[in-house]
Nanobody, 121 residues
Framework: QVRLVESGGGLVQPGGSLRLACAAS????????MGWYRQAPGNQRELVAQITSSGRIQYADSVKGRFTISRDNAKNTVSLQMNSLNPEDTAVYYC???????????????WGQGTQVTVSS
């Protein structure tokens, strides 16, 4: 069974930094894209950043220049370095992966359990 486990959330002051990490484990044959989404209270879940297996990266406009996504294909991990955080970044952050299990023919999307990021003074 595939699992995505996140770590690194917490409380930070405006202007501060946090680093989120996510590790995928289980019977994984291949991982296409990995990324991060977030959901603030009353809002829909939105894409923050995504990186493909070939290294192509997409960022939400609101985080460009402040957040950096990286990936270790050998370890099946993805990280999100978040700098210059502001209160609007407060949300539950979810790791996301489009991957194929060893016993599967097609790929599916998997989600982590979420980690809370709170930006407040």
């Amino acid at each position: 069974q595939v699992r995505l486990v996140e770590s690194g959330g917490g409380l930070v002051q405006p202007g501060g930094s946090l680093r989120l990490a996510c590790a995928a484990s289980g019977s994984i044959f291949s991982i296409n894209a990995m990324g991060w989404y977030r959901q603030a209270p009353g809002n829909q879940r939105e894409l923050v950043a995504q990186i493909t297996s070939s290294g192509r990266i997409q960022y939400a406009d609101s985080v460009k220049g402040r957040f950096t996504i990286s990936r270790d294909n050998a370890k099946n991990t993805v990280s999100l370095q978040m700098n210059s955080l502001n209160p609007e970044d407060t949300a539950v952050y979810y790791c996301n992966a489009n991957l194929r299990e060893t016993v599967a023919i097609v790929s599916h999307v998997y989600w982590g359990q979420g980690t809370q990021v709170t930006v407040s003074s």
